[in-house]
């Protein structure tokens, strides 16, 4: 008995261990989305405050995304210097310069400096995102991973459906009428309205700032243990003693193309619904809850895809099927009005729910020690944030909101493509 009790306290503590870590793990992707989905309400928002048209507005969302692309393989190089702990409270930091920067471009109510405030925010969220996605990955059997980044995901879709709701409370009081007596006024009455407009935004982002310094400093003095991701097994060494490059490994190439086709028709679904509801004649004041259908909607998604991967169905599978729901709503939304066709907008989320998840571990399976590199490929891929949704913004400029979404539809056809054939692409 006593032996039995030696030789089950380590399994127990390191039980322990894995808790603690997918708990500090779950408050960073509470982060991730509160900040992420900020944006849906900072587009319509900066759309008034700085006298921009679709086009312009979705450069709100350009600026934050593009950042994954640009420092996605800078972030695996601090990573490898800091090692994952170190690095998530690096990656703190810069946020908090982000949130920083926010509050003289509200008092000048200038356009660039909110882009770059963006762009410091995507930085510091790439630096984490490289760090935190593979750790949750790695921390347990791959064939569960996605039930993992699944319980993240609440965490992170809880965050943005709070998120729209707290900043949208705030920016869009009276905005209704603001926007009435905006065309009655003079040119120096109107900027005075809109500086004051803008700087609505300043007590939130310096919270913001405050609490990242607080996370940063307790992620740094935390028992987060590190985990190796640059060794092999017998097997996969063997597997890859010829490989020389991430290029040789195609199932990660196309699952990163799946990826940058995800994320930015995720952005769309969230980014793109209020704008489109008051497109559709919902004032903006109650407009501002479908971006928190949406998450809702993938929220109910996860706990789905929680309850059955991997013991009803595969990974695989739960990704196929969420790709066929995504062109099914993609379509309801394009081929109804008014409510019901915002409402198939926000039930995108529902679709979207085990992209991410499946698509992650399905694309670093067998990377070795071409993890790190591999996870900075999918972390560039959320560029597709960045690109996607002018891309729509355009559309809807010289065609109209609703058709723009044609956007969506090949998009799900390529997720499609990977869940049933790309991911199973492998070279020799």
Not at 62 to 86: C, D, E, N, R, W
Not at 255 to 281: C, N, P, R
Not at 339 to 363: D, K, R
Request: charged fraction near 10%.
């Amino acid at each position: 008995m006593k032996n039995q009790s030696t030789l089950g306290t380590p399994q127990v503590s390191a039980k322990s261990e894995t808790n603690r870590s997918i708990l500090i793990i779950g408050a960073l992707f509470f982060i991730f989305g509160f900040v992420t989905w900020l944006n849906s309400v900072l587009v319509p928002y900066l759309k008034i405050a700085c006298e921009l048209n679709n086009f312009q507005s979705y450069f709100v969302v350009s600026a934050f995304y593009i950042s994954y692309l640009v420092m996605a393989l800078p972030s695996a190089k601090i990573l490898k210097l800091t090692g994952f702990k170190k690095g998530m409270s690096v990656g703190l930091l810069v946020m908090a310069v982000g949130a920083l920067i926010f509050v003289p471009a509200a008092y000048t109510r200038t356009y660039g400096l909110f882009l770059l405030g963006l762009f410091v925010l995507g930085t510091g969220l790439a630096i984490l995102q490289t760090a935190a996605n593979p750790y949750i990955t790695i921390l347990g059997p791959i064939e569960s991973a996605a039930k993992r980044i699944s319980i993240m995901g609440i965490c992170n879709k809880i965050a943005g459906t709070l998120a729209p709701l707290v900043l949208g409370a705030i920016v869009f009081k009276n905005t209704e009428t603001l926007v009435e007596e905006l065309t009655l006024m003079s040119v120096a009455e109107k900027a005075l309205v809109l500086d004051e407009l803008s700087e609505r935004v300043v007590v939130p982002y310096l919270i913001m700032m405050g609490v990242l310094i607080l996370l940063a400093v307790m992620i740094y003095f935390s028992s987060l243990p590190e985990v190796d991701t640059d060794s092999e097994d017998e097997e996969l060494a063997k597997t890859n003693v010829n490989k020389t490059s991430i290029f040789q490994f195609p199932h990660l190439l196309l699952g990163t193309l799946a990826m940058f086709f995800y994320v930015g028709v995720e952005v769309i679904a969230g980014d793109t619904v209020i704008s489109y509801a008051a497109s559709q004649g919902i004032p903006l004041i109650d407009a501002k809850v479908f971006t928190s259908y949406t998450l809702g909607a993938m929220i109910i998604g996860y706990i789905i895809g929680i309850s059955t991967i991997p013991k009803y169905i595969s990974q695989e599978k739960a990704l196929r099927i969420s790709a066929i729901v995504g062109i099914i709503f993609g379509l309801g939304a394009i081929f109804s009005d008014g409510f019901i066709s915002v409402l198939f907008i926000s039930l995108l989320g529902l679709g979207n729910a085990m992209v991410w998840p499946a698509i992650w571990p399905m694309s670093i399976a067998g990377l070795g020690r071409f993890t790190k590199i591999g996870s900075s490929f999918l972390i560039m891929a959320i560029a597709g944030g960045a690109i996607l949704p002018p891309l729509y913004g355009y559309l809807a400029d010289i065609v109209n909101p609703q058709n723009a979404y044609w956007i969506v539809i090949p998009c799900y056809a390529f997720i499609l493509f990977f869940a049933s054939k790309g991911y199973k692409i492998r070279s020799n």
